[in-house]
């Protein structure tokens, strides 16, 4: 396997960030690099080794309700609010 | 001299005889501060007026009472700012208390101030901070090491007496071992990361920075155990460590993984490591050659995990809830975009887009699930190794600090400054890194003992007796 070549702006957008053209520029000799680098991975056998998962869920708490952030704390960095709603751009016409 | 100077443990016993009060250290800490960090900027915020409050009521009785605690800036405390070093956060408080930083509240110490890190926690030099570059105490026209170089800077500075840090892949032990003081990385599992902002989840783990291994072992004291609120947390009672100080490593057999010393690799740097493991044999202990066949591979299995985590814990900077917003968006799209585009420096932006791509369809499969299938034979080489010896001895940093701007447009080589450390954060093993040495130049060289997973009992038994044997942690860096 060789190093594919990166779409930059099309993962940026899947990632929600717009790039300036230097950016673009940039990050992608960068990358490529770097998924150069990767590519001693290819080489490692692995075929029967399982995949490292999440650790096992040590315990289960009780599911009973415990005090938790007020409506006014969890407010309290919002950059925009009314009527103790968080206020967004319209997203539907 | 200035209490500044002084540990944690002794600084408890002239609290507990009433010979100072906790606002004497306070006082010779800000002395230090305003002396020394114009040069350093260790700092991102000082808790002034609230900790010298905090000190006229602390309880003395408690294990920290009276015992000012620095935070690396990615640790939520109540009211504090918590910047991550970014400007997305910009104008956030905290609306809670990271658990970590609870226990400490409840154990009577007094929070300092926060440190400065690379953002979000991704560098090995701090320079990737949005708040400005940290120095090094030994040489300011070099790195402290990252991502938690403030806090490694303001310890081995002496204007904070210990600070808490966060390793993903080496930003604790890294920056401790450029800047000559100590400092530890729990197993995974030891301390909960409630409220620390997630970077890699199944890699990131609190612990502390400090002088002196005692030290550091009294912090672990009150920040282990089970939190309901962070369900990876082990389960089992706490524990206190190094209560027992009795300096001997007789009997206890240290590994010296082949891959771990290359060749080419700093001469002073190799020959400090050799040394530190020579002064083990003469003392009792045995050294075993081992290997952990794996370990070139880790760089290329952490740049995969860690930034795929990243990209999905970071999308929750998006401007509609806290943070930064984008003014002007035309729509939620918009907004998201141009408020995470202002917001992320280069360094974020590039993780998440090689998070973002190992995660897509078509390129899943090759990367992140293949690297996962490699992070558990990286595994596998720890559990064997720890069959033939009790401790893992190796160097922390394959060189001392590099100097400032060295790296900052090469991100592959900055990459592999932390080849020595990032095993250990895959494997979920607890390590520590301590001062063995100095190069010519007096920069200070950092050993990592490296322990199987819950040996933080082992590791700071071994750090303490080569610490306490030398004097490589009561030198002082330039002032």
Known sequence: ?93 | MSLAYETIATLRHRLLSKEIHPRDILKDLFTQIDAREKTLHAYTYLNRESALAAAEKTDLSLPLGGIPIALKDNLNALGDPCTCASKILEGYKAPYDATAVSLLRQAGSILLGRTNMDEFAMGSSTENSALGLTRNPWDPTRIPGGSSGGSAAAVAGRIALAALGSDTGGSIRQPAALCGCVGLKPTYGRISRYGLVAFASSLDQIGPLTRTVEDSALLLSVLAGHDPRDNTTDLRPPEKFLTQKNGSVQGLRFGLPKEYFLPGMDSETESAIRSAADWFKKNGATLVDVSLPHTPTAIAVYYILATAEASANLARFDGVRYGRRATDARDVLDLYHRTRSEGFGAEVKRRIILGTFVLSQGYADAYYRQAQKVRALLRQDFEKAFTQCDLLLTPTSPEPAFPLGERTQDPLKMYLADVFTISTNLAGNGAISLPCGFTKSNLPIGLQLIGPRFGEETILRAAHAFEQAHDFFQRLPPS
């Open chain 1, 1 to 93: 396997m060789s190093a594919p070549q990166i779409n930059i702006s099309d993962v940026a957008s899947l990632a929600r960030l717009t790039l300036t053209p230097d950016e673009t520029a940039k990050f992608s000799a960068q990358l490529s690099q770097i998924l150069g680098h990767m590519e001693t991975l290819s080489q490692i056998a692995t075929g029967a080794v399982p995949e490292v998962t999440p650790p096992a869920q040590p315990a289960l708490r009780q599911d009973i309700p415990t005090p938790s952030l007020s409506i006014e704390a969890a407010l309290s960095n919002a950059p925009a609010q009314a009527n103790d709603l968080i206020l967004v751009p319209r997203i539907l016409e």
